[in-house]
């Protein structure tokens, strides 16, 4: 078994999922998008799955916007953080 291939954060789908979404891959560079995931990903709940596939049978229609939701504030407040950020750095 390789872990890294078999085994994933199903958190990770619904984040990429957004950034494909918002249009944000475009409007970001390639390492601002990293540490935005990253960031995101840090706030949510771990979700391991093996086959997303499985993630359409187990999960239902409230969860699953429940955590589409939380996936949104959370790539939000991962934005909000980094241009705080550029921006302080900015100022020094």
Do not use: S, W
């Amino acid at each position: 078994m390789h872990l890294n291939l078999d085994i994933h954060n199903f958190y990770e789908h619904l984040v990429v999922e957004h950034l494909e979404e918002n249009n944000l891959e475009e409007q970001f560079d390639p390492e601002l998008i990293a540490d935005i995931c990253c960031l995101a990903l840090t706030q949510l709940p771990a979700r391991y799955i093996r086959h997303d596939i499985d993630m359409a049978f187990y999960l239902g229609r409230v969860e699953r916007e429940k955590m589409r939701l939380e996936v949104d504030n959370a790539i939000d407040l991962a934005i909000a953080y980094l241009k705080t950020k550029t921006q302080e750095n900015a100022t020094r």
